[in-house]
C-alpha cells in the first residue's frame, strides 16, 4: 500500500487558520470514516489529535478540527499559535486490514 | 493513566531477529488492543501490526512473512518479533494501545539500529 499524500510543510502566523491535506484512494480515506491526525514534536512520541475523521480526544483543544471530502482528509487549526509549531500525521485504516499514514507535514508558526 | 514503556536492544545485527517488549501500566492488556508503529530516519510512519483482545493479530501485508505480535497477561507485555533484519528496519519502534480506532497512547520509542 501507498503512503497517504500530504504537503511537506505549511506555515502561518499566529492567530491565522491553517489546513492540511491529506490524499488517499477508495481503499482507504475515500472507503472509512477512520483517519486519525497526529502532532509531533521533535524526539517525541506522536500524539493523537483526531479519530474517526473529525473526533477530538479528551483533552485535545478545539481549535484542531479534521474533515473529510472523497478521498481527502483535512486537520485545520484555527487560531494558531507558537505551540502548534510541530509535525502532523495523518493516517487512515485501509481495506487490507492494516494502517498507513502520510509523510508528514512540518507546520511553521511564524 | 496508562503508560506503555518499550525496552530491547539497540543494535541488531543483519539477517537477525529484532525483538523487542512493551510493558503497560494503568490498563490491563488483556482488555485492549495493541500494536507496534515505527519511524524511519526520514521520519516515515510504518504501521507493523496489531494484536487484537479477542486473540486475533493482523501485520502489516509487506512485513507480515517476518513480523509476530504476542501478549503476555502475566507480566502485562506484549512483545515484537521481526525476523531476518536489514538495514531498511532502523527506525524508532512506538508501541501503542489501539481503542476506537485511534492510536491514543504510546511509548517513548526505541530507537533500533541494524548493523553489523
Known amino acids: 500500500q501507498s503512503a497517504l499524500t500530504q504537503p511537506a510543510s505549511v506555515s502561518g502566523s499566529p492567530g491565522q487558520s491553517i489546513t492540511i491535506s491529506c490524499s488517499g484512494t477508495?481503499?482507504?480515506?475515500?472507503?472509512?470514516?477512520?483517519v486519525s491526525w497526529f502532532q509531533q514534536y521533535p524526539g517525541k512520541a506522536p500524539k493523537l489529535m483526531i479519530f474517526?475523521?473529525?473526533k477530538r480526544p479528551s483533552g485535545v483543544s478545539d481549535r484542531f478540527s479534521g474533515s473529510k471530502s472523497g478521498s481527502t482528509a483535512s486537520l485545520t487549526i484555527s487560531g494558531l499559535q507558537a505551540e502548534d509549531e510541530a509535525d502532523y500525521f495523518c493516517?487512515?485504516?485501509?481495506?487490507?486490514?492494516?494502517?498507513?499514514f502520510g509523510g508528514g507535514t512540518k507546520l511553521t508558526v511564524l | 493513566q496508562v503508560q506503555l514503556q518499550e525496552s530491547g536492544p539497540g543494535l541488531v545485527k543483519p539477517s537477525e531477529t529484532l525483538s523487542l517488549s512493551c510493558t503497560v501500566s494503568?490498563?490491563?492488556?488483556?482488555?485492549?488492543?495493541w500494536t507496534w508503529i515505527r519511524q524511519t530516519p526520514g521520519k516515515r510512519l510504518e504501521w507493523i501490526g496489531c494484536?487484537?483482545?479477542?486473540?486475533?493479530?493482523e501485520y502489516n501485508p509487506s512485513l507480515k512473512s517476518r513480523v509476530t505480535i504476542s501478549v503476555d497477561t502475566s507480566k502485562n507485555q506484549f512483545s515484537l518479533n521481526l525476523r531476518s533484519v536489514t538495514a531498511a528496519d532502523t527506525a524508532v519502534y512506538f508501541c501503542?494501545?489501539?481503542?476506537?480506532?485511534?492510536?491514543?497512547?504510546w511509548g517513548q520509542g526505541n530507537l533500533v539500529t541494524v548493523s553489523s
Open positions: 501503542a494501545r489501539y481503542h476506537q480506532r485511534g492510536f491514543d497512547y
Open positions: 494484536a487484537f483482545d479477542n486473540g486475533v493479530t
Open positions: 493516517g487512515s485504516y485501509t481495506s487490507s486490514y492494516s494502517w498507513v
Open positions: 474517526d475523521v473529525n
Open positions: 477508495r481503499s482507504d480515506v475515500g472507503g472509512y470514516n477512520f
Open positions: 494503568g490498563d490491563s492488556i488483556s482488555g485492549s488492543d
